[in-house]
């Protein structure tokens, strides 16, 4: 049996604390519908929005831009700043609201599974790619059934 190699999903030598706005996505285990709606999210939903607004609150250097909670996934810009030597890198900070998510939700669903391994990240590089992402994140929800993530029901 082979061993499985998972992809690294991270550029090589890249400085994840660096100062730059930072596009994530953040999925559910196995993708399941488990924050509400789009439109109205259900306690679940709520928890995750919650945790995300406040991430600034809990990293100094750290500023939410623009995120969505969709049923099965979130998408956010982060933005990180230097602060006079003090660095918080991207994986600490996702870490860090997966746990804080997770453990709010155990403490309505214990055996809930919430989050998919790692997450999404991409450097958003130029105000071009900056505004494209900013409109795909505010904009998500409304397209929420063409949606890469949107559950389709196959025979």
Known sequence: MPFYC???TRIPDFDYAS??????TVCTKDKKCIFGTPKTLN???????????TLD????GVRVDNFVIMPNHVHGIIEIVK???????????LGAYKAGVTRKIHALQPDL????????????RNQAEYEKIW???TYNAQKWESDCFYPRITD
């Open 83 to 93: 602060i006079d030597g003090r660095r918080t890198d991207l994986n600490n900070i």
């Open 43 to 53: 306690s679940l939903g709520k928890i995750a929005w919650q945790e995300f607004m």
């Open 19 to 24: 100062q730059h706005y930072y596009f994530v």
């Open 135 to 137: 409109n795909y994140v």
């Open 57 to 60: 609150s809990h990293y100094e």
């Open 6 to 8: 998972r992809k690294p």
């Open 113 to 124: 599974n919430v989050w998919q391994r790692s997450f999404h990240d991409h450097v958003i």
